[in-house]
């Protein structure tokens, strides 16, 4: 029977192992330079068809307003109008594959929300029962048809390092994370 639990620790911690080996893997990816670069190129380049498609829900992840990153990170942006004249902007974050952790999905929202021209007192961000982080922003007719209008900036290696560092910043502030309806 000792011999049985002994074998059956081993595999346990070697499972253990192997996981953590492969989570380290994956989150050493997502955190490099180039990954967020990568990441903010993708964000800003799913702005014109979130503009464009308005209020069709994505369906699949051929829709041209979700994209995943080299790193496994899926993102996702829709530019929504409600009845009341209000357009809501949202961006979901989410680690394919397995759980995404606040430091990924806060921080990565955040740089998202912030890359498409948003300021941080702008938009909320929370968590779904899911596990997908998401952020969103709503604004009148005409705030959403000027940022329209209005191109992204181009953004330069030390500016997303810069806007990289206070996303993450931010995302240390568990109060920082809001209820939010996602609809």
Do not use: N
């Not at 953590?20 to 997502?30: G, N, T």
Request: charged content about 15%.
């Amino acid at each position: 029977m000792t011999v049985l639990c002994t074998i059956a620790a081993v595999v346990l911690l070697a499972f253990s192992g192997l996981y953590l080996w492969q989570q380290s893997r994956v989150y050493r990816a997502v955190f490099t330079d180039a990954h967020v670069r990568e990441f903010v190129g993708v964000v800003q380049r799913l702005r014109e068809p979130a503009l464009a498609l308005g209020a069709a829900v994505p369906k699949d992840l051929s829709d041209k307003r979700v994209a995943t990153t080299s790193a496994g990170i899926h993102v996702a942006y829709t530019a929504m109008p409600h009845g009341d004249g209000v357009v809501e902007h949202h961006v979901s974050v989410s680690l394919l594959g397995g759980y995404t952790a606040a430091a990924v999905g806060h921080a990565f929202v955040r740089l998202a929300m912030e890359a498409l021209g948003f300021d941080a007192e702008q938009y909320v961000v929370g968590r779904s029962q899911r596990g997908v982080w998401h952020g969103a922003v709503q604004l009148d007719a005409e705030a959403h048809a000027t940022l329209a209008q209005h191109a992204l900036p181009a953004l330069d290696e030390g500016q997303i390092a810069q806007l990289f560092t206070r996303a993450q910043e931010r995302a240390r502030d568990p109060r920082a994370v809001q209820a939010l309806s996602v609809r």
